[in-house]
């Protein structure tokens, strides 16, 4: 019903910035709410950030004031900007989408090291 490829990833230095896109297929973007997740190796997959179809959003904590998550329904797309990276934030990043069931994209993988 809904596809979901996450796109963007690869290695940043830290205090560098990337930017990851997730592309949907099959049903528009519009009247759900989107996400972006991470899992690092050894621990479970968490919540990174969140937008709904009114672009509500929030951020894990870690995370505020170093990521943008956006959408852009037009075109089928949500964005993760990733600013002031750090090593921790190494680890493969989702795209979700909860139109209310819940979708996946096969992740891309995030590598920050110096």
């Known amino acids: 019903q809904v596809q979901l490829v996450e796109s963007g990833g690869g290695v940043g230095q830290p205090g560098g910035s990337l930017r990851l896109f997730c592309a949907g297929s099959g049903s528009s973007f519009t009247c759900m709410r989107m996400g972006w997740y991470r899992q690092a190796p050894g621990k479970q997959r968490e919540v990174v950030a969140a937008?709904?179809?009114?672009?509500?959003?929030n951020y894990e904590d870690s995370v505020k004031g170093r990521f943008t998550i956006s959408r852009d329904n037009a075109k089928n797309t949500v964005y993760l900007q990733m600013n002031s990276l750090k090593p921790e934030d190494t680890a493969v990043y989702y795209c979700?989408?909860?139109?209310?069931?819940?979708?996946w994209g096969q992740g891309t993988q995030v590598t920050v090291s110096s």
């Open positions: 937008i709904t179809s009114g672009a509500s959003i």
């Open positions: 979700n989408a909860h139109p209310p069931i819940d979708y």
